[in-house]
């Protein structure tokens, strides 16, 4: 059995990266906000299983800093440890570009995916009000940052 490949998105991904968004999220990205963060250079990588799409990061890079924008897990696939595999490998993209901190905005609601930033020592910083579309108008954004462990398997 072969391991899932992790490899550069491209524009040939999208219809599936949207696929996968629209049943993971009740306010998906678009087509255009994949096509964009593409021509806009973000670090855009899908991981892919036997010609399956399991997940999907997208980070922007700033100055000595990621900013970790969407990542997700196709639904039917999550709690099998894909996530954080997908968080291994932004890590290993940061050590790549010397970018010492992440940074990422969570639904302040979203109580699975704050527990996994947090036991990947991510520490709550800021709130942004009112950053997400809601069904009931904007639901704040909680904003997490960490250091990057400088070698795989650290501990920060």
């Known amino acids: 059995m072969s391991l899932p490949l992790l490899?550069?998105?491209?524009?040939?991904?999208?219809d599936a990266v949207v696929a996968v968004e629209a049943?993971?999220?009740?306010?998906p990205w678009t087509r255009g906000n994949f096509v964009d963060s593409l021509?806009?250079?973000y670090?855009?990588?899908?991981?892919?299983?036997?010609?399956?799409?399991?997940?999907?990061?997208?980070?922007?890079?700033?100055?000595d800093e990621m900013h970790l924008l969407n990542i997700t897990v196709a639904p039917p696939l999550q709690r099998h440890g894909w996530g954080r595999r997908l968080l291994d490998e932004l890590d290993a993209r940061c050590r790549t570009?010397?970018?010492p901190i992440v940074w990422l905005e969570v639904r302040a609601g979203n109580e699975r995916a704050i527990s996994?930033?947090?036991?990947?020592?991510?520490?709550?910083?800021?709130?942004?009000?009112g950053y997400y579309p809601a069904a009931q108008g904007r639901e704040d954004a909680m904003?997490?940052?960490r250091r990057v462990p400088q070698e795989a398997g650290d501990v920060v």
């Open 7 to 14: 490899r550069a998105m491209t524009l040939a991904d999208v």
């Open 23 to 27: 049943t993971a999220y009740e306010f």
């Open 39 to 41: 021509a806009a250079g």
């Open 43 to 63: 670090e855009a990588w899908v991981l892919v299983d036997a010609g399956v799409l399991v997940g999907y990061y997208i980070a922007m890079v700033g100055v």
């Open 97 to 99: 570009l010397v970018l």
């Open 116 to 129: 996994v930033y947090l036991r990947r020592g991510f520490q709550p910083v800021g709130r942004r009000r």
């Open 143 to 145: 904003v997490m940052n």
